[in-house]
């Protein structure tokens, strides 16, 4: 009995492109995590925390906000029996995750990754934070500019 195992190399095509124009600077990025189970949230976090390390971002802190209760009282009967009741509840766990200077490149790169590992039953909220250039208009004190527009006028 002869087997013959054969091997073809796998060979795979990086596009790398330059572009001249600056990255976009994040001064902080939070990425906050919903599920109504919390222990995919649990695991949701342990992912995430690992992708970060893995990348080498700076995860400033990850912190558990306040879950969010939904209750919906409905009788039990549809037409009597005022006293009986059910109730349900829907309850919505929050996870939040900062990450603090990042570029718009390495954003992007860890948003999506984490987003197509999404769990089921999970979303993602961002919020991203950059630093702007103050416009020309609020750079020098309004008065400076009155009095030389005054002293123009005059002469």
């Keep these: 009995l002869k087997v013959a195992f054969f091997f073809y190399p796998v060979c795979r095509l990086f596009l790398i492109t330059s572009s ?3 990255d ?10 919903k599920c109504h189970d919390k222990a995919v949230l649990d695991s949701l976090e342990y992912f995430a ?9 700076t995860l400033e ?5 306040k879950k969010k209760i939904e209750r919906l009282t409905l009788l039990k009967s549809v037409h009597i029996f005022k006293k009986h009741r059910v109730q349900y509840e829907m309850r919505t ?5 900062e ?6 490149s390495t954003a992007n790169v860890y948003l999506e990754y984490i987003q197509r590992n999404l769990p089921e039953g999970a979303a993602l909220e961002i ?9 020309d208009h609020i750079k020098y004190p309004v ?13």
């Design 20 to 22: 001249d124009e600056a």
């Design 24 to 33: 976009i600077l994040y001064k902080k990025i939070e990425v906050l995590a």
């Design 49 to 57: 925390v690992l992708a970060a390390q893995q990348l080498g971002l």
């Design 61 to 65: 802190r990850v912190y558990e906000p």
């Design 93 to 97: 766990h929050y996870r939040c995750f």
């Design 99 to 104: 990450f603090k200077h990042l570029t718009g």
């Design 127 to 135: 919020t991203k934070t950059t630093l702007e250039k103050l416009p």
């Design 143 to 155: 008065w400076d500019q009155l009095s030389n527009d005054e002293n123009e006028k005059t002469s």
